[in-house]
């Protein structure tokens, strides 16, 4: 019985650990979530301009921006400012400043998705500019410069 539960802890503790992510893997979430942000504010605006027809997707692009939004502040972790990114380290030297960035995003981004489903186009419009506000300012400041 001890033998096993000695293996057992061994096992837990060695798949924990391999499940643990790298530097690397975790700039390459960051990244996957900034194209998902990218895309959904990319799409809105499409579609909220009328250069493209599928008012029935605006919503869905809506949620999953706030819902991304939300991940930003576990983006990035203690050791993952090195390698293939283009997050500057002043990301980690000033991380309360950061923080507020990351918090002016969320709230702009659940205002929009809530704009959206009231339904009410005017505050949509005005709930726009926020988020567009929102990451230029965060990437003008955190983002290496392309």
Same mark, same amino acid.
């Given at each position: 019985?001890?033998?096993?539960?000695?293996?057992?802890?061994?096992?837990?503790?060695?798949?924990?650990?391999?499940?643990?992510?790298?530097?690397?893997?975790?700039?390459?979430?960051?990244?996957?979530?900034?194209?998902?942000?990218?895309?959904?504010?990319?799409?809105?605006?499409?579609?909220?301009? *009328?250069?493209?027809?599928?008012?029935?997707?605006?919503?869905?692009?809506?949620?999953?921006?706030?819902?991304?939004?939300?991940?930003? *502040?576990?983006?990035?972790?203690?050791?993952?400012?090195? *390698?293939?990114?283009?997050?500057?380290?002043?990301?980690?030297?000033?991380?309360?400043?950061?923080?507020?960035?990351?918090?002016? *995003?969320?709230?702009?981004?659940?205002?929009?998705?809530?704009?959206?489903?009231?339904?009410?186009?005017?505050?949509?419009?005005?709930?726009?500019?926020?988020?567009?506000?929102?990451?230029?300012?965060?990437?003008?400041?955190?983002?290496?410069?392309?």
């Amino acid at each position: 019985m001890c033998r096993s539960l000695t293996l057992a802890t061994i096992l837990l503790l060695t798949t924990t650990l391999a499940g643990a992510a790298t530097p690397e893997d975790a700039i390459k979430y960051r990244q996957a979530v900034m194209t998902t942000l990218a895309g959904n504010v990319s799409a809105i605006n499409l579609i909220f301009s *009328g250069k493209v027809e599928h008012q029935d997707a605006l919503l869905g692009h809506a949620e999953a921006l706030a819902a991304a939004a939300g991940r930003l *502040g576990s983006l990035f972790p203690a050791g993952s400012g090195t *390698g293939k990114t283009d997050a500057l380290p002043l990301i980690w030297e000033e991380p309360e400043r950061f923080q507020k960035a990351i918090e002016t *995003g969320r709230t702009a981004t659940a205002a929009l998705r809530d704009a959206v489903r009231s339904g009410d186009r005017a505050a949509t419009a005005r709930a726009l500019k926020p988020v567009f506000d929102a990451c230029k300012g965060c990437h003008d400041r955190y983002q290496k410069p392309e």
